[in-house]
């Protein structure tokens, strides 16, 4: 066998073990929380399941709990018949009017444990980031301009003019917060700036940028465009990040300059080199006479010229490998918490607001959820955790909201129960159960859909290519 063949093969297998520990792994938390407060306040679990739908494979413990996992894997459940009739959605025997009521205390305890064992777990791997480290770019760990475009065309196919070039923002300029909410590292910018939701009295979209230049501070006001296939906003800015010599090829025009592997890029003539478009724009305007080249070697200042190459037809290919720095950052679990309950908020409270851009197409289901799981795994394990973490933070969220079938949606029927000093009729629950469960599938699956298509999208190859990843 090939040994690039067995690499590849070792490299799936490997990211399908880590996609079964940690995605597998988040969901078999979630309801070893409520199984085991269940137990531990001698409420009746007749069901273990890690999965929906017909049964895979399972047995029965001396407990008497049937312990399965289902063909779906859309989730898991603790078939618990004393808190919630879930006979039509689990097939679960049982009946709840067999059995001795359960407390309301109880009721709360049980449902709550589960989201409460995702965020234990979260914490947990997020310590371990705090101590090994997350890999991060300097272009992934900057909120500084490297590049603005000229121009960026619509999700119509419009070519228009780059929001940013016409709000004035400058290649050097350090964005600091959007809309009043301040933004750290570029995909936190990203972010807030996707999920933003402000718009003119007109309807036009805009976001107010706080932006950093020359040492002062200033409030510009861009006007983004949806664009890109994924239709969100953008404006036509590139992260800042630098740019380091890893190799020069023989006899190349780098060669000739007397670049060495580990020079950086500081500048050309009087241009900043903070990306690989201006590096690559500089020189192809200005070929045809002699280039200022400004470098760092070894710690110290170094300018060579380069002569004027009037005949080369690709004059911005020097025979270069270009990379940027990468690093371990070391973030607090409380500050990892942070990020991921503000990201998730964020994006919840973008899909509730009508003037927010973003639909529920926008999310992931558990194809795209695997495929991050999958690339990140072949990435960097600390990835995989990183983004653990994530999904373990929104699946503690996620299923306390007050909505039928998750836990929220018990506790909420429960609260109501007390309330009214008698518990809802059975069969409203089960109906209203099964009407969600329903519902919930089917939002599954549509989002799964375009999960799909993007997969489909970024493996298919393309005449064209963008020269750059514009925001």
């Not at 590292?185 to 996707?194: A, K, N, P, S």
Request: charged fraction near 20%; charge should be negative; avoid cysteine.
């Amino acid at each position: 066998m090939p040994a690039d063949l067995l690499n590849a093969l070792f490299s799936n297998l490997w990211a399908v073990f880590l996609i079964v520990l940690f995605f597998g792994g988040s969901i078999f938390v979630h309801e070893l929380g409520h199984f085991l407060a269940a137990r531990r306040r001698g409420v009746h679990v007749s069901r273990f399941s890690i999965g929906f739908g017909p049964k895979m494979f399972g047995w029965r413990g001396k407990d008497g709990v049937e312990y399965r996992v289902s063909w779906l894997p859309l989730g898991g459940y603790v078939a618990l018949p004393q808190l919630a009739d879930m006979a039509a959605v689990e097939g679960n025997d049982d009946r709840a009017e067999d059995l001795p009521p359960v407390s309301y205390s109880t009721r709360m305890l049980v449902f709550v444990m589960g989201a409460t064992f995702n965020l234990i777990f979260a914490f947990l791997l997020a310590t371990i980031i705090w101590l090994v480290g997350q890999p991060t770019t300097s272009d992934q760990a900057t909120t500084q301009i490297g590049y603005v475009v000229d121009e960026i065309e619509t999700s119509t196919g419009e070519t228009v003019p780059s929001p940013a070039r016409q709000a004035g923002l400058e290649v050097g300029d350090t964005i600091r917060a959007i809309d009043g909410s301040k933004v750290d590292d570029w995909q936190e910018l990203l972010q807030t700036l996707v999920t933003s939701a402000g718009r003119t009295d007109a309807g036009r979209r805009y976001n107010v940028f706080t932006v950093e230049r020359d040492g002062q501070s200033r409030e510009v006001t861009v006007f983004p465009q949806i664009a890109g296939d994924e239709e969100i906003r953008k404006v036509g800015i590139i992260a800042a990040y630098e740019l380091i010599v890893a190799g020069v090829a023989e006899g190349s025009a780098g060669a000739a300059l007397g670049l060495q592997v580990g020079d950086r890029f500081i500048a050309m003539d009087d241009t900043r080199i903070l990306n690989i478009q201006t590096y690559a724009d500089h020189l192809a305007a200005h070929h045809d006479r002699p280039i200022a080249v400004h470098l760092e070697r070894d710690g110290q200042p170094l300018t060579l010229t380069m002569a004027a190459r009037p005949e080369v037809e690709q004059p911005a290919d020097l025979g270069l490998q270009l990379t940027t720095d990468s690093k371990l950052v070391y973030p607090t679990p409380f500050a990892q918490f942070s990020d991921h309950v503000r990201m998730t908020f964020r994006t919840l409270g973008s899909l509730i607001n009508p003037q927010s851009d973003i639909g529920i197409s926008k999310l992931s289901g558990p194809v795209g959820i695997i495929r991050v799981f999958h690339m990140a795994a072949q990435a960097d394990i600390r990835l995989v955790l990183w983004f653990t973490i994530l999904v373990n933070i929104n699946l503690a969220i996620f299923n306390l909201l007050p909505i039928p079938v998750l836990d929220g949606g018990h506790m909420l029927f429960a609260t109501i129960g007390k309330l009214r000093g008698r518990a809802l009729p059975t069969n409203f629950i089960m109906t209203t159960q099964s009407v969600f469960m329903m519902m919930l599938l089917s939002m599954i699956l549509y989002v799964s859909f375009f999960d799909v298509r993007r997969i489909v999208r970024d493996v298919t190859p393309t005449t064209t290519e963008d020269p750059a990843d514009t925001k």
